[in-house]
C-alpha cells in the first residue's frame, strides 16, 4: 500500500499559537474549507492525543475505530488517543471540539494520574458517547463556553491553570455520570477481574487469543474470567477477546503499509487462509476488502 494511502497519524499541534497542549474549536471551524486543523476532518485519521465533541445543537453520527455512533443535544463524544476517528460534514450541527495532551491534564498536583481514574477514555470497556439529561445540559454548556471563553480571551499568567481547572472540572462530572450509570463499578469483584484482563489483554492481545491462557495469567478458571466478563459487557470472554483484535488487526490494515500475509502473521495466525476466514467471520469481509474501501485512487 503506497505511504500517501496510510490512514493519517495526527500529532498534538496548537493551531492558534498557544504554548500550552489544549484547544477547542467550533463546528465552523471544523467545516470551513481552510480549517486549521491541518488535516481532512473527513476521513479516517487517528490521533495522538486526547479528544472530545460536546453537542450543543444537532444529530448525526460520529466514526470512531471504524464504527458509527449516533449523537445529538448533549451527546459528549469522547475519543481516546490512537482511536481513529472522522467527522461527518454536518451544517446543522452546533457543537465544540476540545483537544489536549495526557501532559497538559495532569500537570498539575490536582490532575496528577487523573487519566489513570477517568473511564471516559476506557473504549474497551464503554461506548464512547455519553448522553446528557436536560437537567445536566445546561452545567456542561456553561462549562464549555467557559473553556472556549477562557481560550479566546488574551493570555496572562493564570490562563493555562484556569483551562486545566475547568477541563478537568467537566471531565470529573462527565465521570460521575458515568459511574452512576453503572453503580456496581469499584464494588464488583467482577469488574475488578475485567480490569486486570483487560489490562493483560493489551499487552498480550497479538501474541495469544486464548481464553485459557489469560484465566491462567490471572490465577482463576476460565468459568471465572467468562463470568465476569458477562457481568461487565454482557458477554464471553472470547467474544471481548475477537472484538479488541478485530479492531487491531483494521488499525494494522489501515495504518500500515505490511502486507494481508504479514498483518496475519503480526496478529498471531500461523496460516494467512485462516486470518482471512477470520476476519470475514467477524466482519463479513476480507482484510483486502475492508482496506479498499477506505481508499480512493489519485
Known amino acids: 500500500m503506497p505511504e500517501d494511502k496510510q490512514i493519517p497519524e495526527i500529532s498534538f499541534r496548537n493551531i492558534h499559537g498557544k504554548d500550552f497542549d489544549f484547544e477547542i474549536v467550533s463546528n465552523w471551524e471544523v467545516l470551513r474549507d481552510d480549517s486549521p486543523l491541518h488535516h481532512n476532518p473527513y476521513v479516517p485519521h487517528r490521533i495522538r492525543f486526547y479528544a472530545v465533541l460536546f453537542i450543543l445543537k444537532g444529530e448525526g453520527y460520529h466514526y470512531i475505530d471504524f464504527k458509527k455512533y449516533h449523537y445529538q443535544k448533549g451527546s459528549i463524544i469522547f475519543i481516546s488517543k490512537e482511536q481513529v476517528h472522522a467527522f461527518e460534514q454536518n451544517l446543522e450541527r452546533d457543537a465544540y471540539f476540545m483537544v489536549f495532551t495526557q501532559d497538559f491534564l495532569e500537570r498539575s498536583s490536582a490532575g496528577s494520574s487523573l487519566m489513570h481514574r477517568l473511564s471516559l477514555y476506557n473504549y474497551h470497556l464503554y461506548p ?45 462530572l462527565a465521570e460521575r455520570i458515568r459511574r452512576l450509570y453503572r453503580q456496581f463499578e469499584g464494588k464488583s469483584s467482577y469488574h475488578k477481574t475485567f480490569l486486570a484482563f483487560q489490562r493483560l489483554l493489551a499487552e498480550n492481545l497479538l501474541e495469544n487469543r486464548q481464553v485459557q491462557y489469560y484465566a491462567n495469567l490471572l490465577g482463576i478458571s476460565t468459568k471465572k474470567l467468562n463470568r465476569a466478563t458477562q457481568h461487565v459487557v454482557d458477554g464471553s470472554a472470547k467474544a471481548f477477546i475477537d472484538d479488541q483484535l478485530i479492531i487491531e488487526i483494521k488499525r494494522l490494515l489501515m495504518n500500515t503499509d505490511l502486507s494481508i500475509k504479514e498483518i496475519a502473521y503480526r496478529s498471531g495466525f500461523e496460516d494467512p487462509t485462516n486470518f482471512v476466514k477470520y476476519f470475514k467471520k467477524n466482519e463479513g469481509t476480507t482484510p483486502l476488502e475492508f482496506r479498499k474501501q477506505f481508499y480512493t485512487e489519485d
Open 128 to 172: 464512547p458517547v455519553l448522553q446528557l439529561s436536560e437537567e445536566q445540559f445546561p452545567v456542561f454548556q456553561n462549562l464549555i463556553n467557559r473553556l472556549a471563553h477562557e481560550y479566546h480571551a488574551p493570555d496572562d499568567m493564570l490562563t493555562e491553570e484556569l483551562i486545566q481547572s475547568a477541563l478537568k472540572i467537566f471531565l470529573m
